[in-house]
């Protein structure tokens, strides 16, 4: 089942690709082979006082959302993409997902 809310991240217009990773930082499902979001875990170690974290790059923004079991989603959106939309679909995603983990 948690592939399939992993899945139902990626619309196309706000969100491009989408990742579980498991608490050491290995990917657990993935919508793309191109996402490679394995060294997304070190920059969340940074933050300490926030769940949820957001990287504007040249090319895309990634958001990674820390969850209660030590698990990350991470997800990739496109330049000018909706990112308030973006971190609602994540929010809701983190709150479904938990069950199965």
């Known amino acids: 089942m948690?592939?399939?809310?992993?899945?139902?991240?990626v619309d196309g217009e706000c969100i491009?690709?989408?990742a579980l990773m498991d608490p050491q930082g290995f990917t657990i499902e993935r919508t793309s082979s191109d996402f490679k979001p394995t060294v997304m875990n070190e920059l969340l170690d940074l933050s300490d006082e926030s769940n949820l974290v957001t990287i504007i790059g040249e090319n895309s923004t990634v958001i990674i959302c820390k969850l209660e079991s030590g698990h990350a989603i991470v997800i990739q959106c496109p330049n000018g993409a909706n990112?308030?939309?973006?971190r609602q679909k994540l929010s809701r995603?983190?709150?479904?997902?938990?069950p199965f983990l």
Do not use: C, F, Q, R
């Not at 592939?3 to 139902?8: C, F, L, Q, R, S």
């Not at 995603?93 to 938990?98: G, K, N």
């Open 2 to 9: 948690s592939n399939t809310i992993i899945a139902d991240l």
């Open 16 to 18: 491009i690709s989408a």
């Open 83 to 86: 990112l308030g939309k973006a």
């Open 93 to 98: 995603s983190s709150i479904a997902i938990i």
